[in-house]
């Protein structure tokens, strides 16, 4: 029990003894500087500085432009990786918006009075169709005629199957070389480029006075949903796609006010 006591009072001793730190010119051997001080004094000193660098690191990184430096400590709004995506999910969302604005115009010039297709009979669709062209054929809105409007013909072949609403052939098959480039009639906005298993690549334009053409069928389509495109430019290559095609062709349908038109009245394929 003594010899504890006796290795802790040596401990203590030695904390409290005093050192000097002299510092001595190597060549005259003549003190140049001195310093008295005791470990405990030392520890003390060591600890505190410790603890002052640690609390002028922290107010650098808090309260300074440094702490942006610092991988996961900046505020995230000023995050570079978080303002892209950001930006992203912006332009996306804009995307998103957009596509539902041209589907909904789309649906509501197909169907202007919003009768739920899906409840009527085959019979009954047809007929509410076929009594919509004969109430407006062949007029535009507020009485201006189809025939005043100078049509872009998208491309020259043969018609190998006419205009049968009865039959519920809304457009005209025309047959065309392979690889034949499709031109936009008018001035529009694309809001539909998209694939369907029954009518293969399918793109639709919405053009000024509620009118829509719809060219089915093609191999490759040249514009995307929500672009513009300028009269007579291409849009799109004829093809033989979806379950309905039996050959290269396109199919193409014109609608105005939700009522498909037959588009030989106003353009030649020849």
Same mark, same amino acid.
């Given at each position: 029990?003594?010899?504890?006591?006796?290795?802790?009072?040596?401990?203590?001793?030695?904390?409290?003894?005093?050192?000097?730190?002299?510092?001595?010119?190597?060549?005259?051997?003549?003190?140049?500087?001195?310093?008295?001080?005791?470990?405990?004094?030392?520890?003390?000193?060591?600890?505190?500085?410790?603890?002052?660098?640690?609390?002028?690191?922290?107010?650098?990184?808090?309260?300074?432009?440094?702490?942006?430096?610092?991988?996961?400590?900046?505020?995230?709004?000023?995050?570079?990786?978080?303002?892209?995506?950001?930006?992203?999910?912006?332009?996306?969302?804009?995307?998103?918006?957009?596509?539902?604005?041209?589907?909904?115009?789309?649906?509501?010039?197909?169907?202007?009075?919003?009768?739920?297709?899906?409840?009527?009979?085959?019979?009954?669709?047809?007929?509410?169709?076929?009594?919509?062209?004969? &109430?407006?054929? !062949?007029?535009?809105?507020?009485?201006? %005629?189809?025939? /005043?409007?100078? #049509?872009?013909?998208?491309?020259? @072949?043969?018609?190998?199957?006419?205009?049968?609403?009865?039959?519920?052939?809304?457009?005209?098959?025309?047959?065309?070389?392979?690889?034949?480039?499709?031109?936009?009639?008018?001035?529009?906005?694309?809001?539909?480029?998209?694939?369907?298993?029954?009518?293969?690549?399918?793109?639709?334009?919405?053009?000024?006075?509620?009118?829509?053409?719809?060219?089915?069928?093609?191999?490759?389509?040249?514009?995307?949903?929500?672009?513009?495109?300028?009269?007579?430019?291409?849009? &799109?290559?004829? !093809?033989?796609?979806?379950?309905?095609? %039996?050959?290269? /062709?396109?199919? #193409?349908?014109?609608?105005?006010? @939700?009522?498909?038109?037959?588009?030989?009245?106003?353009?030649?394929?020849?």
């Amino acid at each position: 029990m003594s010899h504890r006591q006796d290795n802790k009072a040596q401990k203590k001793s030695k904390l409290s003894d005093h050192y000097r730190l002299v510092v001595i010119d190597d060549d005259t051997l003549r003190e140049l500087r001195s310093t008295r001080f005791s470990l405990s004094r030392l520890l003390t000193g060591i600890v505190l500085a410790i603890l002052l660098i640690m609390g002028l690191t922290y107010c650098l990184i808090a309260f300074t432009p440094f702490r942006y430096l610092v991988p996961g400590y900046a505020e995230i709004t000023n995050n570079a990786i978080y303002i892209e995506l950001s930006e992203k999910i912006e332009g996306l969302e804009k995307d998103i918006n957009a596509q539902r604005t041209y589907t909904e115009g789309f649906k509501s010039l197909l169907n202007p009075s919003d009768t739920r297709i899906e409840n009527l009979s085959t019979e009954s669709r047809n007929g509410n169709i076929i009594s919509n062209i004969n &109430a407006n054929k !062949g007029m535009i809105s507020k009485g201006v %005629s189809l025939e /005043h409007y100078y #049509f872009c013909t998208p491309l020259k @072949g043969e018609i190998s199957k006419e205009f049968d609403p009865e039959k519920t052939h809304y457009g005209i098959d025309i047959v065309a070389p392979k690889d034949t480039p499709i031109q936009n009639i008018l001035d529009g906005v694309v809001i539909n480029s998209d694939w369907s298993d029954k009518t293969g690549h399918t793109i639709s334009v919405q053009h000024s006075s509620n009118l829509i053409s719809i060219f089915k069928h093609n191999s490759v389509l040249l514009k995307k949903t929500g672009e513009r495109v300028k009269k007579c430019e291409a849009i &799109a290559i004829i !093809g033989n796609t979806g379950e309905l095609s %039996s050959g290269p /062709h396109v199919h #193409f349908e014109l609608w105005k006010d @939700g009522v498909p038109t037959n588009p030989e009245n106003y353009l030649s394929f020849n």
